[in-house]
């Protein structure tokens, strides 16, 4: 059975994470990179298997000790991204395209298809990548990297914060309602896109820099090289999303929605969970998302199903969200 996750890092300090042990190493072919600038660094210094396949316990891990993210947030990220587009009999996903190195596939309608997949954790609005309706949601996208160039010298001075974070998400949702006839922003994708937007504060930041101000070549560094900086400090103390309210302060009136027909026609989707409505999220999730993808499961598959759906259940205790557990195959 798949083991559990581990709990937060006993030492949360500040420390060197390009170190010797981690150097940087180009791809090899058929090494998976994908729309996460994090858990693509990560695979490219061995914080993660380098070709970019992993279990959910290795990701934890990865972002905890490369970047003190907070432990419960973390097991929320990993095992819902994971039982949407990971392999639950062999326990591994891909954090870019669909491969056959994560083992042969459960029934149809499952996808398993890696973090490239659409419409789960990711989505449209993202900072750097395009939406999928474009063709291409995971590569780096350097016409989308100048606009966070843009936004940063307008209102960051050159780098980016927080002020700069909420803009250019405000613009980004703007930018897709009025070019994109297929956008949609609702969850569980709502979540990533708003928290993403305040991570490159909080993690790619060198953790002796208190300022707050994200320099634009480190952020290219992770965005589109895969790279620490050099000498680059993991950040003092786990955290998750804090600043997220600077971002949503400046939308009051948006509501999770979609373009409902063609471009500039977006409607809001009462079905979907709000920002603050984290139960919701993980009701709707289990019940719909998974369900769909896996309505009748049976034997060892299914067991291993329950199990990640118990991982998941609990990082929302850990987090003090307070939901009721659901049990769609039963306890
Ligand atoms: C996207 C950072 C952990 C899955 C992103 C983006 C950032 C980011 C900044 C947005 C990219 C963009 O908008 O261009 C981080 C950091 C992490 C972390 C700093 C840890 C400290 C994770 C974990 C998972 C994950 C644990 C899941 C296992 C994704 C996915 C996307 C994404 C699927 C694509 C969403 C989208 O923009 O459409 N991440 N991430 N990330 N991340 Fe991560
Ligand atoms: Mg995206």
Redesign the pocket.
Known sequence: PPPPPPGPLADQSAKLVHDAAHPYEPLKPGDQR??????NTLASHGYLPRNGIAT?VQ??NA?QE????ENSF?RF??Y???LV?GNPVTNL?S?GDKTSLTGQDPPKPATVAG??THN??????????ADAYFGD??S??ET?FQNLVKFSKKYGAGKYNYTVAAQYRKFLIEDSIQNNPQFTLVSP?LF??FA??V??V???IDGRDTSGQLDLDVARS??QNMTFPPNFHRRNGSVSNVGQDVVTDLMPNFRPGYNAHGVNSYVPDPTSATLTEPCVRYVNFVNRNIKSLYPNPTGVLKEALKINLQYLYEATVAAGDGCTQVFPYGK
């Open positions: 994908g729309p996460c600038p994090a858990l959910p990701i934890v972002v490369g970047f003190n993210l973390a990220l990993v819902s991204t994971f587009n996903m954090i973090l490239d789960n954790c990711e989505g449209d609005t993202s900072m750097t990548r949601n995971h780096f996208n989308r994708r990533t896109a993403e937007s991570f490159p909080n993690f790619f992770f965005f």
